[in-house]
């Protein structure tokens, strides 16, 4: 961290990109490290290739996010990236080149693609931000808290995934005596669903389907159609999926409108869908990954079920 | 509470139950008081009318929750029962006149039927029972505190509500740091959901519907014989409505058994449905309440939308 700290306190303009279908704490973490560093009096680029989600609105600095790549910053910081396809149009590999690229993620699957990587095992970017800005002198205002809690609480399904423990709780305290207000950011970060949603939700339900300890449904364009929904309202369906009784891995096949099909997987303990995720060219956690690949649904469907159905086989073999 | 202290102090044996459709916070308050006055040496009987639920079977004293009235105990205990109704068969006027009632709760609309009222304002019965043993010598072992935890996180469903501020995650620091694991809480609690929920919840979303600024959904015994599914796993649905945008009160509308129906109310905030659940003879939260009503479906769905609107005519009119 100090190397990245360095690197920040000696620019004078910073280049800041979050992900492409930005959740809570790609946001807040963009947000966070933005209005930190503009605090220290750096000119500072907020970037996204997709728009963000308008029930983060409520974040200071929500309208300064910007669709651009980099421009003449003298330092570029990715976000929640664990690679630099995750950028969208954004990544401009002769820029990146030329400049300090800054990665900071707390993903597994990061792959290191920066000058400085700065990558946690905290269950949240937000967490890895807010440890890199607190020496650094910054004051950590109500709105910076705000980011960064509405990172940390979307991360952890508020404070409700496996890899919580007190130390999540003690940040959230701090950041709420900052001034960030827990009630606010879980009202709005939680309770502001499309109607669109639950009827997609409705849909998919409708057509769950199990495999031995493997639960997975499926989302085509014509459902998302039918329900006005827009692609990524599908969201948490698969954290729901995983809920149920006795299953080891929950997967939602997602038809995209460029006809891909993204695989969203969610894993019991024990269990590691991120390689699962890696050998189809995505990646993400051990208990929560995803992959995009291209073919028809079925045939898409098939064979990633039979790569989760190898690793639940290998890890009951390598089990004592 | 100091009144109650001193009876449970000086009884040898005290009878403790909970309300019937046992939630975590009514298990968790059982075991975790129980279990406390086990330490202190008392004789302790824990009971429920309803049998509880097994994803709490992980829980110590679990299997010592009976289904009997109190008999020849020192004293009553009640732990997050509005009223008396609440307890089912366990309810005995009778041998509650005879004996000292102490009513623990944390219900807005708590009729105050014990001899002792300990009645909070706090998110859980739980942390309400934490605070009463604390100043009474009882080490906080690890399995009280397990029991607890459960309880503030099931109605706080993990720090989301709008009561929750850092009282609440100090006390679930201090509960982890007495040997409860978060994790395996939340894992066990909001984990193991019946695959027959899940029908559920798809038939039941696959026909929601919207008047103004209300959303419900009906469910009937033949959805729930379709899915195999236990009366009360349309449990979590109205939680999931009341999170669409725009909704000001979402409602889930079940047939009982018995035939009568049950209505669930969920409210934004500056709603009340609490009062709107005691016109019908119910209780609960001004957020979060609910009745259950003698009438068929279409009868009482209109009836209890009809208050519904009356209710947010006059907060509209009330409103600065």
Redo the contacts between chains.
């Keep these: 961290m100090r190397a990245a700290r360095r690197h920040l306190k000696g620019a004078r303009s910073v280049y800041i990109a979050c992900h492409i279908m930005p959740d809570g704490d790609a946001i807040g973490s963009l947000l966070g490290l933005g209005l930190a560093l503009r605090q220290l009096g750096k000119h500072c680029t907020m970037a996204c290739d997709d728009p963000a989600p308008l ?1 983060f609105d409520f974040l200071a600095g929500f309208e300064d996010i910007v669709a651009q790549p980099p421009d003449a910053e003298d330092v570029i910081v990715t976000v929640d990236c664990s690679d630099t396809e995750r950028l969208g149009a954004l990544f401009d590999a002769q820029r990146f080149a030329r400049r300090v690229v800054i990665n900071i993620d707390h993903h597994v699957t990061n792959v290191r693609f920066g000058d400085v990587n700065v990558v946690t095992d905290l269950p949240s970017t937000a967490e890895t931000v807010y440890a890199l800005i607190r020496p650094m002198g910054v004051e950590i205002t109500a709105d910076i808290a705000s980011a960064l809690l509405t990172g940390l609480v979307t991360d952890t ?10 130390k999540q ?2 940040t ?2 701090a950041l ?2 900052a001034g960030a207000s ?2 606010e950011i ?2 709005l970060v ?6 669109a ?3 997609l ?8 389907q ?1 495999r031995g300890s493997i ?1 997975w449904t499926e989302v085509d364009r014509q459902m998302i159609r039918k329900c006005g929904a827009s692609p990524d309202e599908g969201g948490g369906l698969v954290s ?7 299953v080891d891995v929950a997967l939602v096949f997602r038809e995209q409108d460029d006809g891909r099909i993204e695989a969203s997987m969610r894993a ?2 024990g269990m590691d869908v991120a390689s699962v995720a890696l050998q189809f060219g995505g990646g993400g956690h051990p208990r929560a990954a995803g992959c995009t690949v291209a073919g028809e649904l079925p045939d898409v469907r098939e064979r990633v079920l039979a790569a989760i159905e190898e690793a639940i086989r290998q890890r009951e073999i390598s089990a004592p």
């Excluded at 399904?157 to 007190?166: D, I």
């Excluded at 939680?190 to 109607?195: A, L």
């Excluded at 729901?240 to 006795?246: E, K, P």
């Design positions: 029930k399904r508020c404070f409700r995934t496996g890899n919580v423990a007190t709780l003690k959230a305290i709420i005596n827990l009630t879980t009202e939680f309770n502001r669903e499309p109607i949603k639950i009827c939700w409705g849909q998919a339900l409708a057509n769950v199990t639960i729901f999926l995983a809920s149920a009784m006795g019991g303990p």
